[in-house]
């Protein structure tokens, strides 16, 4: 068994209207220092697979049929034993 940890996020060049909303909504909160904000999506998966790679392979596939967007998103996958503390 191993877990998939996947972070995906909105391109830089692409507008995050909700990373906006919430950009304004902490400087109104006094923290000015805070420059920009993204919002992303964090997913993690267990899967039963023979190797590490079987699980990373199935991890993106999922990622480019149904978890991300390839226009507008990117994403990373950090695959490792289950168990195993990272």
């Keep these: 068994m191993y877990k998939s940890k996947i972070s995906i996020s909105v391109r830089k060049n692409i507008l995050d ?3 906006k909303a919430v950009e304004h909504s902490l400087k109104s909160m006094g ?6 904000t993204r919002i992303g999506k964090y997913i993690e998966l267990v899967i039963d697979a023979s190797s590490e790679k ?17 226009v507008m998103e ?7 034993k289950e168990g195993e503390q990272n």
């Design 17 to 19: 209207p909700q990373g």
């Design 31 to 36: 923290f000015e220092k805070i420059l920009d």
């Design 54 to 70: 079987e699980a990373f392979d199935l991890s993106e596939e999922a990622c480019k049929k149904l978890l991300a967007n390839p």
């Design 74 to 80: 990117d994403y990373t996958i950090a695959v490792q």
